[in-house]
């Protein structure tokens, strides 16, 4: 395949493993479903402190969380990789979330659910850009793509 010629597969979302996970050392279980999926990672890194949401109800508890320590943010390309991330993320309330999804199979209550996935690719975009500057995303070509995308 010659890269980029259908536009197809280059879509990018934002994941956050947040810090309940990061002290969990899930870290690299939720890599692992990525890499699995056949996604590729072109941004990540650990940090610490948040700003969004501040819209919801919840935000001072939700903030809490979401700086009570470290966390991870990472970028990951792929075809449709919006809204298969989400359907691999599962439910926002882990009671709900489906075995075999990130908060079915690794948390128990909505207010610690492991990740964070964008919901919309204009979300993903904004929230790419809130997280990232636009040299951290890496350009690179993975050897495995015509045998993760087809002809
Ligand atoms: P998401 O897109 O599935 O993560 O869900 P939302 O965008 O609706 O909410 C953002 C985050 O806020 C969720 O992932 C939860 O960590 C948190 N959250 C959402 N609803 C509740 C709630 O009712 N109580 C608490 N404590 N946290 C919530
Ligand atoms: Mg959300």
Request: charged letters at 20%; one cysteine or more; glycine letters at 8%.
């Amino acid at each position: 395949l010659a890269g980029n010629c259908s536009g197809w597969g280059n879509e990018q979302t934002l994941v956050l493993v947040k810090p309940d996970a990061v002290q969990r050392r899930l870290v690299g279980d939720v890599i692992q479903r990525f890499e699995r999926r056949g996604f590729k990672l072109v941004a990540m890194k650990l940090l610490q402190h948040y700003q969004q949401l501040c819209q919801k109800p919840f935000y001072p508890a939700l903030l809490a969380y979401m700086m009570s320590g470290p966390l991870v943010a990472m970028v990951w390309e792929g075809y449709n990789v919006v809204r298969s991330t989400r359907a691999m993320v599962g439910d926002t309330n882990s009671a709900d979330a489906k075995p075999g999804t990130i908060r079915g199979d690794l948390s128990m209550h909505v207010s610690r659910n492991v990740v964070h996935a964008s919901d919309s690719v204009e979300t993903a975009h904004k929230e790419i850009g809130f997280w990232f500057q636009r040299d951290e995303l890496v350009a690179w070509e993975s050897s495995d793509r015509d045998f993760t995308y087809g002809p």
